[in-house]
């Protein structure tokens, strides 16, 4: 049987001009990696098509250890109150190997 | 009829047919990233095209030009801004947003232009391509302007706590000058856009390059380049259409304000070629279509980062789902029309 560790999927949609932004939040506060997928789809600021440099959207899905979560959704609301839009969720993962995402404790 | 030659323009047909094909809900899709390749080519190539006979051009008109080109940029969005907040229909910020896109200029509509005129057979200048390359960004930087001024007055007004803590509206204090980061850099990313990145760098290209190494290009930049246009336009006919869809949501008085700043900026435009640059009437054509023409490739991510309280189903309706097509359309024979006259009179 292979031992599965808890650790935090932080999952972002955002418009893709919001990229660069998100990966210096991520640099600053130390998170080992994070995956960006392109994204389309309809919400609260309209519709976002497919096409990147047309309005794009992306999904940005990043996996931290609990003690790291707080102060990247600390960040992403500082961005919310500016009136950035973000769909921020949270959900439980289990990873196999937890030592890849723990680079700020090593 | 010079109206009806642009209607039967293969390019503006073939605009229609994206138009049409996303109205009857075919499942005609093209790959994502085509539009943005297609602009990748045409902006090269008119840029390569463009430098090889800007090397032979005069200076003084070519700096008259580039200076008459930020004028029009640093103008136009605060007419349009004037005209929004006199409307009542939209918030300071998003009247920002909105203007920072009329100030600036769409090279799918000016590449229209061109296949008009090369279908009218009408001669223009090349001059209108660097001001195309030079009123990407001014625009950018007056909405800045506009945003940072009605973010204080806002500010000023609501002295007292909004209700409703983790609203998302309600900027603190703090963030009263800028929420999108220092000034700089958002001037830096007006300035180094991919659009103008491409455009100047193959103008400059085309313009040292030997004339026998650009007689190898001419295949590339000249005999396809209608086609890729069709193609283009294709693509884009199905990208407003989609946002035809939003009319609703921004109401007729702002659907209008998508009609009628164009028409302003056209005016604008045609006067500026015309009169004080002294351009022929096909130049001038081009002119007008540039004060007429709104942004929606470069300017809605910028406005996204530095205005982002602004609503953007409000600037990528009016400037992609109305403005846009009514250039294509219609606009592009009337600014022709216009210059004419001016021309005559």
Redesign the interface.
Known sequence: MVKLYPEKLLSIIT????QE?LECMFKKYGVSGFTII?ASGEGS???A????????NILVKVIVPESQLQVLLESVERK??????LTVFVSDVQVITPEKFNKKSQ | MSSLSNLLLPAVLFFALGVIARLIKSDLRFPPDLAKVLSIYLLMAIGLHGGYELAKADLVIAMNSIMWALILGFTLPIIGYLALVMTRKVSPLDAAAISAHYGSVSAGTFLTAIAYLDNVGVTYETYPLIMLAVMESPAIVVGLILAAKARHSIAAREKAPVSGGGAVISPPDNSADNPGGKFSELLRDAFTNGSVVILIGSMVIGAISTPSGMQQLFPFIDEIFMGVLCLFLFDMGMVAARRIGDFRQVGWLLALFGIVMPLIGGVVGAYVGHAILGFSVGGATLVAVLGASASYIAVPPAMRLAIPEANPSFYLTLSLGITFPFNVIVGIPIYHSLVQAMAAG
């Open positions: 418009n893709d001009s919001m932004r392109q600021s309209g519709m098509s497919e096409m990147s440099g047309f309005d794009g919310l109150r500016k009136g950035y839009h």
